[in-house]
């Protein structure tokens, strides 16, 4: 062999044990790449509960859904939030049967109507799953217990919040998130009842907004076109205050037209802040939740649980805030 052969040898090999070398270690690398550490221990969970709110982004169910999944990691429980898209009975009906169907240990959801609600919460009672109804009651029904605010005396406080905010004739115009849920309709009826023996305050019309911001914006301008007596509006569930907060300034009437709504999302806070929503009516959506996670698993477990938990319920205005958007307690959380 030439002198040049054994060199062009050599640097062949050279070659060919660094690109070796090389394809080695990083083919190990990329095999290895994904490959966790330790064998991931697979989450075991003491019970499967389903929550199905009325409507699945909404921001008062999204802090319902909050506190359902803190309760649930303190329990040991896999909760499933699943539900209508946008305020649907049908489809509301249809979540609840197939978690019916999939055999859960235990459904957490509204009482909407008594005659729609009642009978499938006791279909799925009698068939050996508990239910817990959350933020409306099925009260007739055979529902295990009931966490909510009690809806006839938050109407109640807004009617008469209304009559100590205000002075001289007063004419007002309500929005209801429904006119076929039961706690929309104890929430006017309180409110109805409470104002009754006022001579000054009139109820001039009450409308529906279906739980859509759209719609109750819509009945907001309305009620100002057809009804431009009304100087006063009642929101009934957590979307409509807003809603007509923001007509009502459109029209530039904030400084004429007294607002009352309910419950203490942000945007809401931000209105009674800035003076266009006098008051609202503080529920407790975060415990709502949590206590209904909670007296699930110990009702599982055979600890007696009482069949009505109101959570707190009052109103509140500028004065007293800050106010944490989560519990109703300490702004900011
Ligand atoms: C009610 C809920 C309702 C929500 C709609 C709340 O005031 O308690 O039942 O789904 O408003 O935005």
Same mark, same amino acid.
């Given at each position: 062999?030439?002198?040049?052969?054994?060199?062009?040898?050599?640097?062949?090999?050279?070659?060919?044990?660094?690109?070796?070398?090389?394809?080695?270690?990083?083919?190990?690398?990329?095999?290895?790449?994904?490959?966790?550490?330790?064998?991931?221990? =697979?989450?075991?969970? *003491?019970?499967?509960?389903?929550?199905?709110?009325?409507?699945?982004?909404?921001?008062?169910?999204?802090? =319902?859904?909050?506190?359902?999944?803190?309760?649930?990691?303190?329990?040991?429980?896999?909760?499933?939030?699943?539900?209508?898209?946008?305020?649907?009975?049908?489809?509301?009906?249809?979540?609840?049967?197939?978690?019916?169907?999939?055999?859960?240990?235990?459904?957490?959801?509204?009482?909407?109507?008594?005659?729609?609600?009642?009978?499938?919460? *006791?279909?799925?009672?009698?068939?050996?799953?508990?239910?817990?109804?959350?933020?409306?009651?099925?009260?007739?029904?055979?529902?295990?217990?009931?966490?909510?605010?009690?809806?006839?005396?938050?109407?109640?406080?807004?009617?008469?919040?209304?009559?100590?905010?205000?002075?001289?004739?007063?004419?007002?115009?309500?929005?209801?998130?429904?006119?076929?849920?039961?706690?929309?309709?104890?929430?006017?009826?309180?409110?109805?009842?409470?104002?009754?023996?006022? $001579?000054?305050?009139?109820?001039?019309?009450?409308?529906?907004?279906?739980?859509?911001?759209?719609?109750?914006?819509?009945?907001?301008?309305?009620?100002?076109?057809?009804?431009?007596?009304?100087?006063?509006?009642?929101?009934?569930?957590?979307?409509?205050?807003?809603?007509?907060?923001?007509?009502?300034?459109?029209?530039?009437?904030?400084?004429?037209?007294?607002?009352?709504?309910?419950?203490?999302?942000?945007?809401?806070?931000?209105?009674?802040?800035?003076?266009?929503?006098?008051?609202?009516?503080?529920?407790?959506?975060?415990?709502?939740?949590?206590?209904?996670? $909670?007296?699930?698993?110990?009702?599982?477990?055979?600890?007696?649980?009482?069949?009505?938990?109101?959570?707190?319920?009052?109103?509140?205005?500028?004065?007293?805030?800050?106010?944490?958007?989560?519990?109703?307690?300490?702004?900011?959380?």
């Amino acid at each position: 062999m030439s002198r040049l052969s054994i060199i062009a040898y050599s640097v062949c090999g050279l070659f060919f044990s660094v690109s070796l070398a090389f394809s080695l270690f990083y083919g190990y690398k990329v095999i290895t790449h994904d490959l966790p550490k330790e064998k991931k221990t =697979v989450e075991t969970y *003491n019970y499967h509960f389903v929550l199905v709110p009325e409507e699945l982004d909404n921001e008062y169910w999204k802090l =319902v859904e909050k506190g359902a999944k803190d309760a649930a990691k303190k329990y040991g429980v896999f909760l499933e939030y699943t539900g209508p898209k946008q305020a649907n009975i049908d489809d509301h009906v249809k979540t609840i049967e197939m978690s019916a169907a999939s055999k859960v240990d235990g459904i957490m959801t509204q009482g909407l109507s008594d005659e729609q609600f009642t009978p499938l919460i *006791n279909r799925i009672v009698a068939s050996g799953i508990p239910v817990v109804t959350v933020d409306t009651d099925a009260a007739n029904s055979r529902r295990l217990t009931y966490i909510g605010t009690d809806n006839y005396y938050s109407g109640y406080l807004a009617g008469k919040a209304l009559i100590a905010d205000t002075f001289g004739e007063i004419n007002v115009a309500i929005i209801t998130g429904s006119f076929y849920a039961n706690h929309m309709q104890q929430r006017v009826k309180g409110f109805e009842n409470a104002v009754k023996s006022e $001579k000054r305050i009139n109820i001039i019309t009450v409308q529906e907004s279906e739980i859509s911001r759209v719609k109750a914006a819509e009945k907001a301008n309305q009620i100002l076109q057809e009804h431009p007596e009304v100087n006063a509006f009642f929101g009934t569930s957590a979307l409509d205050g807003i809603e007509i907060a923001h007509v009502v300034t459109k029209f530039h009437k904030q400084h004429q037209i007294y607002i009352i709504g309910f419950d203490t999302l942000p945007e809401t806070l931000n209105f009674i802040r800035e003076g266009t929503i006098t008051a609202t009516v503080v529920q407790e959506p975060y415990q709502m939740g949590y206590e209904a996670v $909670k007296m699930m698993v110990d009702h599982i477990q055979g600890k007696k649980v009482p069949p009505i938990v109101h959570t707190e319920t009052r109103i509140l205005r500028k004065a007293d805030l800050p106010v944490s958007t989560q519990s109703g307690k300490a702004e900011g959380n």
